[in-house]
């Protein structure tokens, strides 16, 4: 699952690659509100146009207002492996892949019965890619079109596995898939194969992945702030070997798999 993100910490970055954010869109964001509030992310589509999306895809075909909310739910992420048979998700896969602009997004860490909000983010890269699914949906009820979005999950790296911890066995725990500057075409050219594509959701290690405990205000929606603060590290006594990890991992490796 991932449903908190961050965006546009450096407005005046120019974003990974040779696509900017358009001056409109207004960042940053320190924290985007919970996917299931369903805020809009800006995307990059496959004509590398900008646009802002709502989070939580709903595809086309939807006929009634009470299905969209149904199925939206449901849709904040499409699983990398699925995307191409779920019903919901496979027009978008095949023709609405999009990319979704990141500094960092938050996962939550479970320990002795408390749920931990940590920040994770790319050293080095101000600004990276979230490989997502677009469409446009027509509210039959109000004649209104309204373009939507999923982020795509792919199986936890050795690093996001210990800190997305709340399903017990490390193979079913997820993290958002971080496309490469270099793997950007690819993903948003509708004429890319498949099986290029698997290759991009495939899970790999990210050696410039780092993270750090935040503040638990983020566990409340009532206390989440759109402030710098809402990045700043906590030190908790009691997570300090996971925070370690989290602190050196891939340091010391030479092989970079984002910029490459």
Known sequence: MCNLISIGRNRKARGPGPWAPPEQLDLPLYHVASAFDFPLLPVLRADKRWELARWGLIPYWTRTEEKARQIRTGAVNARSESMWTRPAFEAAARSGRCLILVDGFFEFHHHAGAAYPFYIYLEGHPDFFLAGLRDTWMNPATGTEEVTCTIVTTAASSLMREI?????????????????????????????????????????????????????????????????????????????????????????????????
Request: a neutral charge; glycine letters at 4%; proline letters at 12%.
């Open 164 to 260: 997305h911890n709340k399903l017990p066995q490390p193979e079913e725990r997820r993290m958002p898939v971080i496309v490469p500057v270099e793997r950007a075409d690819a993903w948003l050219n509708p004429a890319t194969p498949v099986e290029e594509l698997s290759g991009i959701v495939a899970t790999r290690e990210v050696p410039q992945m780092r993270a750090h405990p935040v503040a638990r205000t983020l566990n409340h929606p009532k206390t989440r702030n759109n402030q710098a603060s809402a990045q700043e590290p906590v030190d908790y006594p009691e997570l300090s070997e996971l925070a370690e990890l989290a602190r050196s991992a891939g340091v010391g490796k030479r092989i970079d798999p984002y910029s490459r």
